[in-house]
């Protein structure tokens, strides 16, 4: 990770905030308590479903129709890695999902909702599915390859960024989320590790892991769940939210961008929650105006007063001159174009997983053994799944795990 990291050591804070839980990022978190209905079980290794856009072999598609490239991040259930399709060679990636991690989370009806959010979400601006199938042990999604980076990787890099860049992503960032509410769908894990660049420079969002879909009208989610320094107060309070927390997220996302660090962070968790709830925002002396202005209209407690309606955000002054239909269509000039080479260029990738060897991954292992039960349990050490600043998941290797049990 060093890459990564080592333009962090100026800002001892952020470093701080990186570096003491996984090494790498902030941890969605989510109180999810589900029942034990378990749709994707009760299909055995059966298919559920297929989207298939790219005129591929009518036969079920399935992991061994696609061979193993590189990974290319981790997360709480399982992993993302580059994939090729063999028949077609097209490069994409391919989220892996252990159905044990997600029962033992109670995630089942997220990751339905993950899927489902997927594969009826049509925008330039949301990362696009094109296949999702099972295994005994595993759940399968095939997306779009977005290799120009996380947002996050960029934003460390360049510790802020100045207005106009920031406006660009935060404007194409609001369609996205336009679109998504449109559909009745809160998105809630709204971070820059959840925004990928592409290879042109324009945002796509991914990991609708912590979505919801059916909110409209007066409906109101009740599950805490969230990124704690992107969490809005109401999600705090647990007193039911909406698309709102969505424009809260936005406005600590163009906060930190604008400042290097979010609005409320504090190394102390609950602190952070407090600061969340009471603290007034601190505008740094080099926003302009605007930015302060419309920051002040998204960082506000009280759901209701926030600026959380689109047509009205798009009017505001902080995007006076964005031209959002030619936006709309993606015709407006990124202000970064990200050095890519081709379609399997991975320089914006942590090489912290693209170095991990694909044939030693537990993933492989386990197709290669199919259902293995031995290793499943041994991945799931109970340790692994507490929510915790020592969450060790992501910090013990799995592969030296991994060799010991085999
Ligand atoms: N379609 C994609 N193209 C390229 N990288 C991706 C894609 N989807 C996810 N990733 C990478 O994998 C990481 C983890 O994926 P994500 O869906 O956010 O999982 P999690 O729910 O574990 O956070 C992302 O932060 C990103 O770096
Ligand atoms: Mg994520």
């Not at 007066?218 to 107060?233: I, R």
């Not at 920051?295 to 759901?303: D, E, F, I, K």
């Not at 990124?334 to 537990?362: A, C, W």
Request: net charge positive.
């Amino acid at each position: 990770m060093g890459c990564l990291f080592s333009c962090l050591d100026k800002n001892k804070d952020l470093s701080d905030r990186l570096l003491n839980k996984d090494g790498k990022r902030y941890e969605s978190i989510d109180n999810t308590v589900e029942d034990d209905m378990d749709e994707f079980s009760k299909t055995g290794a059966k298919q559920i479903i297929v989207v298939n856009s790219s005129g591929v072999p009518s036969k079920k598609v399935s992991v061994e129709d696609f061979a193993f490239l590189k990974v290319l991040g981790k997360g709480s259930f399982g992993k993302v890695v580059m994939v090729e399709q063999r028949a077609t060679r097209k490069i994409y990636a391919m989220k892996i999902l252990r159905k044990d991690a997600i029962k033992k989370r109670n995630q089942k009806l997220h990751t339905k909702a993950e899927r489902d959010i997927l594969e009826n979400m049509n925008s330039p601006f949301i990362v696009q599915m094109h296949y999702a199938f099972q295994s005994h042990n595993k759940l399968y999604l095939i997306m779009d390859f977005v290799n120009g980076g996380e947002l996050f990787f960029h934003l460390r890099k360049e510790r802020k960024f100045n207005e106009n860049r920031a406006r660009f992503y935060i404007a194409e960032i609001i369609l996205a989320l336009e679109h998504l509410h449109n559909k009745g769908v809160i998105y809630r894990d709204l971070k820059p590790e959840n925004i990928l660049m592409d290879s042109e420079g324009h945002i796509k969002i991914c990991d609708f892991g912590l979505s919801k879909q059916g909110v409209e009208g007066d409906t109101k989610a009740y599950t805490f769940c969230g990124t704690p320094e992107y969490l809005a107060p109401e999600i705090l309070k647990g007193v039911g939210h909406d698309k709102a927390v969505d424009y809260w997220s936005l406005g600590a996302l163009l906060y930190e961008m604008l400042a290097g660090a979010p609005p409320f962070y504090s190394r102390d968790r609950n602190q952070m929650f407090k600061n969340i709830l009471e603290k007034p925002v601190e505008m740094k002396a080099h926003f302009s105006p605007e930015a302060c202005s419309i920051l002040s209209g998204l960082l506000v407690v009280a759901p209701a007063k926030r600026l959380s309606n689109a047509n009205e955000i798009k009017m505001h002054q902080f995007f006076r001159g964005v031209d959002w239909a030619k936006l709309a269509k993606r015709q407006l000039k990124p202000p970064f174009r990200p050095n890519v080479s081709g379609i399997k260029d991975l320089k914006y990738f942590d090489k912290m997983f693209t170095e991990e060897s694909i044939n030693e991954t537990p993933m492989m292992k386990n197709m290669m053994a199919g259902v293995d039960n031995t290793f499943v349990g041994f991945t799931y050490d109970p340790r692994k799944f507490v929510y915790e600043e020592s969450d060790e998941y992501a910090t013990n290797s799995t592969n030296d795990l991994l060799s010991k049990d085999h």
